[in-house]
Each structure stands twice: as structure tokens, then as C-alpha cells.
């Protein structure tokens, strides 16, 4: 593999506009003030509340009745634990210690309310989630709810996928991680609440048409791979192959300046793809003989909301998030609010 040289993180020209919700500072202390309180972080909550939860929020969710920012603020929280906590375990070799939890929150996030599956101990990270969840779906339409139950799982089971990557001897093939990053981004859920937050409710019909599709993934695949530039020196110090760029790099025995370069150039066509998706969505409506005026302009709020994505989450990591500036991050090392027993820890 080749060397850590220092790259530049590109501008990646998004063609959005983007401007941030005011909540954003109380928002992103009072979720952090939730984790300390549950229990998920252990010390260092200044460096924990430099990830700038609050601040993403704001940018995505404007406009949001408060409370609501501040629940996706304590999702996004969650979210930023839990991937820590699963590298941990991954790092240590402690991955059985995961599958119980795993299941345990797909089952709940599924409905089932039989009690505490058999072998998931309490664990702060559990309990946060059934507290979260409950929330989240009292606050969401049944069809954005639905949506909700599907891509919570979806998401656990790329952590899987992102696990099995780093086995020793193994990498991934460019495809595989494309497919597997549009669901360990755990953007989906986050979209589902900001959509419910809004009040977006696109045509289920439109959601499934080709054009919509290629929409949604091209946002989400913006946002992912921007993301795994961030997030490289990290990732790659750490021997993950779970990025695009170290990818690109191994794959194509390319630098890492070059590797950076490719990726913001795929990241430049999935912008185009994007433009071209939203260009065909009126003719996707008129097909499917879609013409209340709610349902198109939902479908309008939607690609807004997208864009709002891509450009907010570039904002975030370049001003508003400390994360990937960090020095132990940078260094490949387990971030320092890391609770080695957070699954034993109610």
C-alpha cells in the first residue's frame, strides 16, 4: 500500500446553497449533555461535542420544530457511538460480543416487544436506542415509519459487511464498498427523520421509479465518499480498507494524492448524476399520472433536501467538526470518550 502523504482535501464544488438552522449550538450541547447523562461517552465530552452533531443537524433539518432538531441531534450522537464503539470491538477482537445488540435493535426497531431478547445484556448503547426509537416513530408518518423499520436493520448489517472488509488478507472490490457505504453512512434513518420532520411525503410510487432511485443514491453516494476523504488518514493509519480512496489506491496502485483526485472526480459526476435524476423527475410524476399538487411539491421539497445533504454535511466536516482534524482520530486511534464495557454498562 502505499505511503500517508499528504493530500489536500479538494473543494468539491457542490452547486447548493446551504444555511444553518439557529438552534445549532444549544442543540448540539444539549445532546451531548444526553450522552454524558446515558452514559455513552466516558470523559472527554468537549472532544465528543467537537463532532458537531448539533451543527449537521442545522443544517439539514432547519426550520424543525426544536425538539425535533434535538432528537436527530441525539440520533446522530448515538450514531457517531456507536461506530466508534464497533471499531473498538472490531480493533479487539471482541466482535461477539456485538451480534446480541445488533439483533436486539433490529428486533425492537421491528416492533417486537417480547422484552429483552435472551443473550443482549443492558447496555447503555441499547438502552439510548430503544429510548431513541420510541421517540423517533412517535414523531413520523406510518409510511416514513415503515421506511424507518427497513433501513435501521439495513444499517446494522453494513457494519457487518464493513467488519467482514477488515479480515486480515481481505479488500473489497471498488463495487462491493459502493454498495456497502450507501448504508454504513447511516444516512438513511437520518433522512427518514428529517423527511417525517418536514413534512416530505413523496408518492411511494415516485419512490420506487428509476429516476428517484438514481436520486437518492447519488446523494448519498455525494455525501459517503466526500466523507471517506475526510475521514482517510484515520481509516488508512488504521489499516481499514472500508474507504474509497485506500480503494482506489490499492487497487489501481495509485497514490494517496491521487487517489484523492479520482475520488473527487467521482464525486463530480455523481453531482451530474444527481442534476440529470431531478431533471427527469416531472416526467417520472406525469408517467405514473401523478398529479396532486402535494405530491409534486413534496417530491420538489425532497431533491431540496437532498441538496441540503451534500452540501450541509461538506460544511459540517470542513467548519463546524473537529473529528476529522483531531490528532488521535488522524493517528488511527480509538477516540477518547471510547468506553472500552459500553456494552455492559446500563
Known amino acids: 500500500m502505499p505511503h500517508l502523504d499528504s493530500f489536500t482535501i479538494p473543494e468539491f464544488h457542490l452547486p447548493f446553497e446551504n444555511s444553518k438552522d439557529p438552534a445549532a449550538d444549544r442543540a448540539n450541547a444539549e445532546a451531548t449533555a444526553w450522552a454524558v447523562d446515558r452514559g455513552l461517552i466516558d470523559g472527554a465530552w468537549e472532544q465528543f461535542a467537537g463532532i458537531g452533531f448539533g451543527h449537521l ?42 451480534q446480541p445488540v445488533s439483533d436486539a435493535i433490529a428486533r425492537h426497531v421491528r416492533g417486537e416487544r417480547s422484552g429483552r431478547p435472551g443473550a443482549a445484556p443492558h447496555s447503555a448503547l441499547l438502552d439510548t436506542f430503544v429510548e431513541l426509537c420510541d421517540r423517533i416513530l412517535a ?137 440529470a435524476a431531478a431533471r427527469r423527475l416531472p416526467g417520472a410524476l406525469e408517467g405514473f399520472g401523478v398529479t396532486d399538487a402535494a405530491a409534486r411539491t413534496a417530491t420538489d421539497r425532497c431533491v431540496r433536501s437532498y441538496e441540503d445533504w451534500m452540501v450541509g454535511a461538506d460544511l459540517w466536516q470542513r467548519y463546524d467538526c473537529t473529528r476529522y482534524r483531531d490528532e488521535r482520530f488522524a493517528a488511527g486511534l480509538e477516540a477518547a470518550y471510547t468506553r472500552p464495557d459500553l456494552l455492559s454498562a446500563a
Open 57 to 98: 443537524t442545522a443544517r439539514v433539518d432547519r426550520g424543525a420544530p426544536y425538539e425535533r432538531i434535538v432528537l436527530l441531534s441525539e440520533w446522530m450522537a448515538w450514531s457517531f457511538v456507536l461506530d466508534d464503539q464497533h471499531d473498538l470491538l472490531i480493533r479487539e477482537g471482541r466482535l461477539d460480543a456485538w
Open 139 to 275: 414523531g413520523m408518518p406510518p409510511s416514513i415509519q415503515d421506511r424507518y423499520r427497513v433501513h435501521v436493520p439495513r444499517m446494522l448489517r453494513s457494519l457487518d459487511e464493513e467488519a467482514a472488509n477488515r479480515r486480515p488478507g481481505h479488500r473489497p472490490t471498488v463495487e462491493e464498498y459502493v454498495l456497502t457505504r450507501r448504508h454504513s453512512s447511516q444516512l438513511l434513518p437520518m433522512m427518514d427523520m428529517v423527511e417525517a420532520d418536514q413534512g416530505i411525503e413523496v408518492p411511494a410510487e415516485i419512490r420506487r421509479s428509476p429516476a428517484f432511485q438514481e436520486l437518492a443514491w447519488s446523494a448519498i453516494d455525494v455525501i459517503s465518499w466526500g466523507n471517506d476523504v475526510f475521514s482517510l488518514p484515520k481509516e488508512y493509519s488504521c489499516g481499514d480498507t472500508n474507504n474509497l480512496a485506500a480503494l482506489l489506491a490499492a487497487w489501481h496502485d495509485l497514490t494517496l494524492t491521487d487517489a484523492v483526485r479520482a475520488v473527487e472526480e467521482r464525486v463530480h459526476a455523481r453531482v451530474e448524476d444527481f442534476l
